[in-house]
């Protein structure tokens, strides 16, 4: 089944709000072997002028993760998960996420492309924090490949 | 916002294709399963060497958010602050196979790649390789220096 063309322009209902833990922060951190201090010592963060640690640039990926689980999940969007392969992937920031904040993500499909027997889905997280202030965007380009 | 600190580099100083960080990093199994855990990225051809096969891969593959969070960690530490990190993207060109015993190898090697004067922002661009091959693509970094 070929993706559905109509996702395009499809923004989702936002996602459940999520609280972004110091633990799990440095937990995210260790994982793409940072080592700098204001992502694993909440002291350093607080001298740095932050309220706690700072997650690492790419950290809005596990935001990203539960909104392109809606994607998937989409009755009638036709993407088979084991045919997908991450094409590009793009952090557009307002400023980092610290451990403390609320975060909520909301998708849109900003496009779906057809070449061939392949489909390309780009997907845009916009993640937000209490406030309603923007965090950070997430984009992702999603090749998913067709019927062999 | 970031706050200001004594390590962060001077933006009248650089130059573009100045040399702004060199680091490698060892994967094995280990980082896989760490980084499956972290970030909540399940799918089994990161770690299991029969469904890769099943899959037509040449092996278990590191996930390409992992090779994309840890390229940046030198920009990170030469910026001195994450929070400085403005905007960040990549393409996934190649696979990142991971030997069960011998692990991976990726070096990042980070360049000035345009400078901004009126907004103070760097663009560093990235070359990320493992076995002499580039596996990621247009990979820039767009660091606040203000």
């Known amino acids: 089944m070929p993706v559905n ?122 993640v937000t924090d209490a406030s309603g202030a923007h965090v950070v965007t997430a984009v992702s380009t999603l090749v998913v490949r067709g019927e062999d | 916002m970031a706050a200001a600190s004594a390590s962060v580099p001077s933006f009248d100083a650089l130059e573009v294709g100045d040399l702004v960080a060199e680091r490698s990093f060892e994967l094995t199994r280990d980082s896989l399963v760490r980084y499956a855990g972290a970030s909540g990225d399940f799918n089994p051809i990161h770690y299991r060497d029969d469904v890769a096969r099943e899959v037509g891969l040449p092996g278990v593959l590191a996930h390409g958010m992992l090779t994309m969070g840890l390229a940046v960690q030198p920009v990170v530490d030469w910026a001195g602050d994450p929070g400085r990190v403005a905007d960040y993207q990549v393409r996934f060109t190649r696979p990142v196979v991971v030997d069960p015993e011998a692990g991976a190898v990726v070096l990042v090697v980070a360049k000035i790649g345009q400078l901004d004067a009126d907004a103070r922002v760097a663009r560093v661009d990235l070359t990320v390789t493992f076995d002499d091959q580039t596996v990621l693509g247009k990979a820039q970094v767009r660091v606040s220096l203000g």
């Not at chain 1, 799990?24 to 992502?39: D, S």
């Not at chain 1, 975060?103 to 496009?111: E, I």
């Open chain 1, 5 to 126: 063309p109509e996702l395009q322009g499809r923004v989702f209902p936002p996602t459940e709000p999520y609280l972004v833990g110091r633990e799990k922060v440095r937990e995210f951190a260790r994982a793409v072997f940072a080592t700098n201090p204001l992502n694993l010592d909440p002291e350093a963060a607080r001298a740095a002028g932050y309220d706690d640690v700072v997650a690492p640039p790419t950290f809005a990926v596990v935001m990203q993760e539960k909104t392109l689980a809606q994607l998937l999940a989409e009755p009638d969007a036709g993407i088979d998960f084991s045919r997908v392969v991450h094409g590009d992937q793009r952090f557009t920031s307002s400023r980092p996420i610290v451990a403390g904040d609320l975060l909520t993500a909301t998708l849109t499909v900003s496009s779906v492309k057809t070449l061939g027997a392949h489909s390309m889905v780009t997907a845009e997280s916009s």
